[in-house]
Structures are given as C-alpha cells and as structure tokens.
C-alpha cells in the first residue's frame, strides 16, 4: 500500500485582513418582509382565553376595501359564517351532496318583455315592501369599548342586515333584488362620512333618478343628528330636455325632496376652456343644449322654473352652503377653526368622482389622489371654511324588473355579462329602430308577423345581427354573426348616453308607473335629427338632397335615404344594408326560404326542346360518348 501523505494544516492566507464592508441595503426590505410574515402567523389570545393560530396568508389592507356585489352560494355562507366567527368541523360518516342551486342565474334568458299589467302588479308590491329596503346601521359605542368588542358588534349588527334582507327576497321570488354591497369594510366607509358630514350629498343618474336613490340612507342621516341635512343630486342633467327636467321637478317638489340638476361633464368642459382660452373664454364658446321653446312658460309655476335650471360650479357651492347648518356639528380640535364638512355619496359610475373634480377644480386646489380610484374615504380641503368627504362607491339595496334593466343602468358590469339577450331586448324596445339605423347607418331587416316579430320593433337578435355583419363581427369557424361582441358596443353606448332614453317619473296622483306607449311618448323629442352625431347630420343632409328631401324627417324618411352601409329603397322595393359574411351569418327565415328553395326554386328555370327519353346521344353509339378508335382512324385517313 502507498503511504499515507501527511495532513497539511492550514495557515492564514498573507496580505491585509479583509474588513468587515456596510450593508448598501439600508432599507431593509428582506428584515421587513420577515416581520410582516411573523406578525402575520403570529399567535392572537382572545378575551376570553382562546388562543388562535394560523398558518394562511392574510391579504393586504387594500384588499379589504375590495367592493363585492355578487356571490356564489358558496362564498355566501364562507362569508356569514366568517362575520358569525363559526367554525365547521366535516363530518366523514355522512353521506353529503352538494347541490348547486344558482346554476340557470346566469343562463340565456328568452328576451320576452313585461306587459304594462304585469308592471303594474310587480310595482305595487315593490312600493308595499319599500320600507324593508334599509341600510345597514353601525351600533352604538363608546371609548372604553375595545377594538375586538367594537368589531364584533359590527359584524353582528351587519350580519343581522343580510339576513333580513335574505328573507325580504326568499319571502316574495317574484321581486328581484338588485346586487348591493357585501363587504362590510366598505359601508364602513359610508359610516364614517355619514358621522361626521354636516351634509349629506346623494349623487344620482338623471335617466333613472329613483332607482340610484336610497331612501333609508336619508332616514339614517337623521337618525343621527336631526341637524343633519339632505340633497339629492340629479348629474347628467344635461342629456334630459326641458320638458322632462320640469315633469322631474314636479314629481321631487310634490314628494318633498330637496334635489338640484347638475351636470359635471358640462362643468369640466367649461373648466378646460377657461383654462385654455384665460381671460378670452365667453359664455358663447360652450354649445348649449337643444331646447324645446314650444313650452309655454306662463302656465308653470315660477318656483318650478327656478329648481329645473342646471346649475353652475359657484351655484352649487352656493347652494351647498345655504343647505348645511350655518354652524358645523363636529367639534374641531384644539387650535383649529370649525370647518362644515359636506358628504358626497352615490353609485360606481354616476359622476360623483367628475363631480368632484369640478368643485375641486373651480377653487384650483391640487389633489393628489384621483377621486373614485381610491378605496377608502378621503377628504378635500374646498375652502378655509369647507370640506369635502369623498366616499367610495356604494351599491344600495333596490328593485328592479329584471336584471337586464341592472346592465342597461350600469350597475352590473358589461364586460363580465352572459346574458346578453335580456339588456338587448330592452335597448331594442326604448330606443326606436329608425334612430338606431340612422346612429349606426345600418339597416336591421325585421321578422313578419308569421315569423313571430310585429314588423316595427327589432328583437334583441336582429338588432344584433344587423350590427355584427355591418361592423364585420363573425365567429371563427362557421362565420356567423358574433352577436355577443355585437351586444357589448351597442349595451356600452346606451350606457354612455350615444342612445338615451330617460325613464319617466311616477304619475303624481296614484305614483304607479308610466305605461310603455307613455314612456315612448315622454323621450319622443330624444329621437330626432338635431340629437344626432355631426357627422352623421352631413351624411343625412347630403343623402336627402339626393333625393329632393327639404324637410327631413327620421321616422318617415329613412328609408329612402342611402348613407353609410344604409341602402335606401322605394315603395316597391325594401332598403337593404351592406353586410359582411355569407348565408350563415343572416338570421333564418324559414317562410322565405321555402318560397324561395321550393316554388321559385331560387328564380333558376329549364327549358326543354324535346322530351327527354327521346334525346340520342350525338358523339356515338358508345357507351360513355366514347367513340370507337377503328372508326377514328379511317375518319383521319379519309381527311387525308
């Protein structure tokens, strides 16, 4: 065996010692995240002894505030049993099957639409049951409560909300509930701004004042403090005309409710010029909206009159002021002057946050958040003297018809829809078809009374189909008309107001509703060729030019007109539209194509010199036509 070499010992390597360098991360992002870990997972003791642990990631604060408006059944009762604090224990012996009831929510409705009768009856118990609609209340509480007898009163008296909700729905199934907001971190929120607001502003969309208004949320406010005061907010004053803003009027004067018209986007655009333009900007460079001067003024009372006028931004601080008390409610601290704080409430997507900017904008105060981007309470300094509290939005529990009416309204989000048959049904009704030609230039070819259509009003399919094939929307594969991205365009529009229709107010005597034929009546002056797009006014005017056309009118004339991918016809003969895709992609009509395949057989005729079993065969006395080969050649010699 080779001997074994010796162990060599170590020896400290020469030159300078090394030194000991600073840490560059003075942050300490790594040690950060590791606190917030064991802080996480660390060990909480209850009151009572308990001692609690766990071992999952807990989400961020931001995502608490989430708003959350729809459940499954499932995360329903994750959620009561999370604001109950229950613990469930499985139980393996039991045989146990999960049956999922909300599988046909979502499913394609048939678009049928409601009678006036059916209406009627749905509205009356809608209106019996309208006090059960409240919201929830925060529990009393005093500075020697601790966090976690706070809380837990919280969540009971939350619990206690949905619940009675829960049997409000259960208890009538033929009244829909609209989604309203589960997550009680965020009506948090509107606790706190209702506490300490000396004004609370309810913020609603003009085309549907009543549905985006709650009612207990005004009794809430005096139940706090009967010093409170009410202002109901009517934004997108400007897309009604002065006929509906007084019928509006009417209606809000006679129930006693303190309202005011406004319109934010008309503020805003007013706010950009003057900023641009400086001391140039006059009143004349804003358009102003198209008015009906056949009312006459002298039969409407005066304090009508005044209430319908769309407010300014120092109108409505003016306002704002005259409504709150004249001392502020909240004691301010030691050192600081009272300030009157003013509340602002409403729906996603009303305008609260265009509001907003406009009042924060006329005193030129810079804000360094986005209102409506964040997800708690924030206030803004208005003035010395007065402060603004913003409030997330908030989804109140309401009535509805049904959930088309919830998408056609904004408050479900179109993006995540798949029932679009049910919205698309209700666009195709308010909105008359000779305006969505005319808004789209396209023609919508409309069933026979055999077919099951009336010939006047399109179904949701047809509206969508026409759009589809004019735009170029097909599926892949089969190419026929992509009807659910068609629904999408046309559903964000009338969201957006290209296709208005304003819901009527309640008859003042009995406050039932308005009947369709009222309604189509009470939005007719909507629909005419002043409302239209510019460009789409030049396509018009030129096309009834063409025609000899002085006075145009849109439901007479239409079809004459050939604009757009809109073909005009005559008397005998029906305006088309320029479309995409072939056979597939039109809507089948199975009268027409029998007339056509069968009796017409597709206008392709025969005609026939002979019978046809005495026809010989000219090319030979071969089967086939084939001639013989022997008889070729001697033909050849013989040219030969």
């Known amino acids: 065996m080779p001997p074994k070499e010796a162990t060599r010992k170590w020896k400290a390597p020469k030159g300078p010692k090394p030194v000991q360098r600073k840490n560059k991360n003075t942050i300490g992002l790594g040690r950060s995240i590791q606190n917030a870990r064991s802080k996480e997972n660390a060990i909480e003791y209850l009151p009572d002894g308990e001692m609690r642990f766990t071992t999952e990631k807990h989400e961020a604060n931001w995502v608490k505030l989430r708003s959350v408006t729809q459940e499954s059944a499932l995360d329903e009762f994750l959620s009561t049993a999370e604001l109950a604090d229950k613990d469930f224990k499985a139980d393996r012996h039991s045989n146990v099957k999960i049956i999922r009831m909300d599988s046909g929510v979502d499913g394609i409705s048939q678009g049928f639409s409601m009678t006036n009768e059916q209406r009627g009856t749905i509205n009356a118990k809608q209106r019996a049951l309208a006090k059960d609609l409240i919201v929830p209340r925060r529990p009393n509480w005093d500075e020697e409560m601790t966090k976690y007898q706070l809380e837990r009163q919280e969540k009971e008296a939350f619990l206690e909300w949905r619940r009675k909700l829960a049997v409000l729905q259960e208890s009538n199934e033929d009244l829909l509930l609209t989604p309203f907001e589960r997550n009680i971190e965020v009506w948090k929120q509107l606790w706190r701004v209702v506490e300490r607001s000396d004004l609370v502003v309810q913020i609603v969309d003009a085309r549907d004042p009543l549905l985006f208004r709650s009612v207990d949320l005004e009794r809430y406010v005096k139940e706090l403090d009967e010093r409170k005061q009410n202002l109901l907010l009517v934004n997108k004053a400007d897309l009604l005309s002065k006929k509906q803003r007084i019928e509006w009027a009417k209606y809000f004067v006679s129930k006693g409710i303190s309202f005011t018209f406004y319109s934010a986007l008309r503020a805003n655009q007013i706010l950009e010029l003057q900023n ?232 003042l005597t009995d406050d039932t509703p308005y009947t369709r034929e009222e309604s189509q009546e009470f939005n007719k002056e909507l629909y005419t060729f002043d409302h239209l797009p510019e460009n789409r006014q030049e396509q018009l005017r030129e096309a009834a030019k063409s025609k000899g056309i002085d006075t145009l009118d849109l439901a007479r004339d239409l079809n004459k007109l050939t604009f757009s991918q809109h073909t005009g016809g005559d008397e005998s003969k029906e305006a088309k539209g320029v479309t995409h895709g072939g056979k597939q992609a039109a809507l089948y009509n199975a009268a027409e194509d029998l007339d056509n395949e069968f009796f017409k057989m597709n206008n392709v005729e025969g005609k026939l010199t002979t019978p046809f079993h005495k026809q010989q065969n000219q090319n030979g006395s071969k089967k086939h036509n084939k001639k013989n080969k022997k008889g070729k050649k001697k033909a050849a010699m013989m040219s030969e």
């Open 276 to 507: 641009e333009l400086g001391d140039d900007y006059k009143e004349e460079h804003i358009e102003k909206p198209v008015e009906d001067e056949s009312i006459d003024e002298s039969t409407i009372d005066k304090n009508i009159l005044e209430k319908i006028e769309i407010l300014t931004i120092d109108q409505l601080e003016e306002l704002f002021l005259s409504k709150a008390p004249k001392e502020p409610l909240t004691e301010p601290l030691p050192g600081q002057q009272p300030l009157l704080q003013i509340g602002l409430v409403g729906y996603p997507n009303v305008g609260k946050s265009s509001t907003i900017n406009s009042l924060v904008g006329a005193k030129k105060v810079s804000v360094s958040s986005t209102p409506g981007k964040t997800k708690h309470f924030q206030t803004i300094r208005l003035s010395d003297s007065v402060m603004l509290c913003d409030c997330p939005g908030l989804v109140f529990p309401n009535f509805a018809y049904n959930k088309g009416e919830l998408v056609c309204n904004g408050v479900l989000p179109i993006d995540q829809l798949r029932d679009y048959i049910g919205p698309c049904t209700l666009v195709a009704e308010r909105i008359p078809k000779y305006y969505i030609e005319a808004v789209y230039g396209i023609h919508i070819q409309t069933k026979a009374k055999e077919e099951g259509g009336n010939g006047e009003v399109p179904t949701a399919q047809e509206l969508l189909v026409a759009y589809a094939r004019a735009r170029g929307y097909m599926t892949q594969g089969f190419g026929s008309a992509d009807e659910s991205r068609a629904s999408r365009y046309i559903l964000k529009d009338y969201v957006n107001g290209k296709l208005l229709y304003i819901n009527p107010p309640p008859h």
